[in-house]
T-cell receptor, first 113, second 115 residues
């Protein structure tokens, strides 16, 4: 069965600093990987996704993620964090148009002034 | 991109009453919608898959008689929490995947509080 692990429950970074959120997955086949962001009391917004091709994926809001099959990882990065990036971030693994989509536990990002 | 509208965004109800949550796909036809539940500071847990014109598929441990799902049209799925109790208080989110468009689109969620 597929699963997703986000090792960091809470991360605090200073505004302007770089950011990396970790995500490890377990999946028998080639995974479809996603990163979502959730602001308090809101739904989820898709940041980026990976299905195949270039392992470095560019997303919205300046985020990118790199798929590393050898490490079963799909870490999310941003070179310079803005205060508005403070939110909850979820990594997910699944299949296209399939209900078997699994979410990680989430990483809460706090941005210090 | 696909747009999913969820209503209401917040509802408070008395214990023992029922609450209906609507999820609409605004700009495309969604044959499949998904319902998730999210407890505070936790991840999303898939409750059920809603299929237009047929019965919903529930995940293990989810009471189908308590969480009634109806997907009567290609643009609307509803989740009814029946005989709600305080432990049903949670954040409920729907989503769907547009055909040919990888990645799910989520509604804005419904905060249910049962008092």
């Amino acid at each position: 069965a597929q699963s997703v692990t986000q090792p960091d429950i809470h991360i605090t970074v200073s505004e302007g600093a770089s950011l990396e959120l970790r995500c490890n997955y377990s999946y028998g086949a080639t995974p479809y990987l996603f990163w979502y962001v959730q602001s308090p009391g809101q739904g989820l917004q898709l940041l980026l996704k990976y299905f195949s091709g270039d392992t470095l994926v560019q997303g919205i809001k300046g985020f990118e993620a790199e798929f590393k099959r050898s490490q079963s990882s799909f870490n999310l990065r941003k070179p310079s964090v803005h205060w508005s990036d403070a939110a909850e971030y979820f990594c997910a693994v699944g299949q296209y148009n399939n209900n078997d989509m699994r979410f990680g536990a989430g990483t809460r990002l706090t941005v210090k002034p | 991109g696909a747009v999913v509208s969820q209503h209401p965004s917040r509802v408070i109800c008395k214990s023992g009453t029922s609450v209906k949550i609507e999820c609409r796909s605004l700009d495309f036809q969604a044959t499949t919608m998904f319902w998730y539940r999210q407890f505070p500071k936790q991840s999303l847990m898939l409750m059920a898959t809603s299929n237009e014109g047929s019965k919903a598929t529930y995940e293990q441990g989810v009471e189908k008689d308590k969480f009634l799902i109806n997907h009567a049209s290609l643009t609307l799925s509803t989740l009814t929490v029946t005989s709600a109790h305080p432990e049903d208080s949670s954040f409920y989110i729907c989503s769907t995947a547009r055909e040919g468009n990888y990645g799910y689109t989520f509604g804005s969620g419904t905060r249910l509080t049962v008092v």
